[in-house]
Each structure stands twice: as structure tokens, then as C-alpha cells.
């Protein structure tokens, strides 16, 4: 159980475009979505918190104008990069979480390129 | 603030023989979780153990167990009998109230290799 998928996979997309990424919780419906950054070799960076119904929380230095994030219902929350750059090419990577203890549950994650 | 540090970039272990992966946190809350995920070269991460910060047992599951020492806030994750399937990044985690929900912080891994 607890079973969480992204798509696409992998997407290389010309700058100035945007991409969009999905999140699915499968088996369970997920109270909170996550969307993480992970550049190679390093850790992963939160980037907002997503809460169905309700506005993502973004963390400082993030731009929400930049990573839309919609989360439409306990099942599925979306990421949106606008406008994408070089810069913004990286492994994005979302979870989701039930009840206590708040174990959070990864899809395969998402390796963009902007080329 | 909470951080949670690995000091190990890189560790090898032979095959059979049981590992010992560093973690190490600070946090000014009493009540808080410890995660430890593995990441192989496909990216996904895998859930491989979980400690409560009031859990008086250390957490086992399988080969794994967490070697939790509060006073010294350590979290180190012990893995038995390794396989070669056990070469991957290591990520200790802590939870903590953030966003209205629990949020993670994650260390920044250690990447195990294990030998033949």
C-alpha cells in the first residue's frame, strides 16, 4: 500500500516553456503533498507544501509564481514550472503524507531538462 | 531550527557484515520523528525506518535497526548482513511542525557501497 506516482518521468523541454508534473496517491487519499528539488549529488530541498483545497505553502526563496502548484484534490497535486530556463533543470520529487506518524510516501520522481 | 547532520559522505562495507550510518540532530522540540530513506540510482525513495522521539525501544525493522540515543541526539541506522542491493544514498530525516503539517528535514546523505 501507499503507493505514489509521478509523470512524466523524464521531460526535456525548450526554455521559455512550461512543464507540468503530476502527483498521484494511488491507494490512499494524502491530508498534505510535498514537492521537493534534488540537484545531483546533493540532498533534497523542500519547495512547498501543498495542502488540498488550499494554497501551497512555498519556502523562502522559492517562487510561486514560477512553481505552480495546485492540489485539486486528496489525490492528486500538480507542479508547474513556467516559463522554464537551464537553471531550473533538476530531479523534482513529491510526496505524500497520511495521519500520524506523517511518514511521507515518494513517487519515482521527475528529471527535467531545459534545454 | 532544526538540522540534522551526516557526517559520512561515503562508506563501504563488505558484503555479509553489518554497517553503522551516522546521524546526528538538533531540534528545540520535545515532540519530533526520525526517518531514515534510501535512495538507489533510480531516485526513488524508499522508506526504511521510522523512531519516535518518545519511543523508549530502539525501532527494528528487519535488517534494520535505529541505534536511538536521545541525550546525545543521535539517530544512527544500522544495517545487518549487507547486500549488494544496499549500495545506495542514505538520508536521515527529522519531522517537525511546519505548514500545518508535518514537514521533513532532511541530512545530506551518505552513500553506501557495499563490496563483494
Known amino acids: 500500500g501507499a503507493v505514489v506516482s509521478q509523470h512524466p518521468s523524464r521531460v526535456i523541454c525548450k526554455s521559455g516553456t512550461s512543464v507540468k508534473i503530476e502527483c498521484r496517491s494511488l491507494d490512499f487519499q494524502a491530508t498534505t503533498m510535498f514537492w521537493y528539488r534534488q540537484f545531483p549529488k546533493q540532498s533534497l530541498m523542500l519547495m512547498a507544501t501543498?495542502?488540498?483545497?488550499?494554497?501551497?505553502?512555498?519556502e523562502q526563496g522559492v517562487e510561486k509564481d514560477k512553481f505552480l502548484i495546485n492540489h485539486a484534490s486528496l489525490t492528486l497535486s500538480t507542479l508547474t514550472v513556467t516559463s522554464a530556463h537551464p537553471e531550473d533543470s533538476s530531479f523534482y520529487i513529491c510526496s505524500a503524507t497520511l495521519a500520524f506518524p506523517y511518514e511521507q510516501y515518494f513517487g519515482p520522481g521527475t528529471r527535467l531538462t531545459v534545454t | 531550527a532544526q538540522k540534522i547532520t551526516q557526517t559520512q559522505p561515503g562508506m563501504f562495507v563488505q558484503e555479509k557484515e553489518a554497517v553503522t550510518l551516522d546521524c546526528t540532530y538538533d531540534?528545540?522540540?520535545?515532540?519530533?520523528?526520525l526517518f531514515w530513506y534510501k535512495q538507489p540510482s533510480s531516485g526513488e525513495m524508499i522508506f526504511l525506518i521510522y523512531?519516535?522521539?518518545?519511543?523508549?525501544q530502539n525501532a527494528t525493522e528487519g535488517r534494520y535497526s535505529l541505534n536511538f540515543q536521545k541525550a546525545r541526539k543521535s539517530a544512527n541506522l544500522v544495517i545487518s548482513a549487507s547486500q549488494l542491493g544496499d549500495s545506495a544514498m542514505y538520508f536521515c530525516a527529522m519531522s517537525f511542525s511546519g505548514a500545518g503539517s508535518y514537514q521533513l528535514t532532511f541530512g545530506k546523505g551518505t552513500k553506501l557501497s557495499v563490496i563483494p
Open positions: 531540534t528545540s522540540d520535545q515532540s519530533y520523528g
Open positions: 501543498s495542502n488540498e483545497g488550499s494554497k501551497a505553502t512555498y
Open positions: 523512531q519516535g522521539s518518545y519511543d523508549e
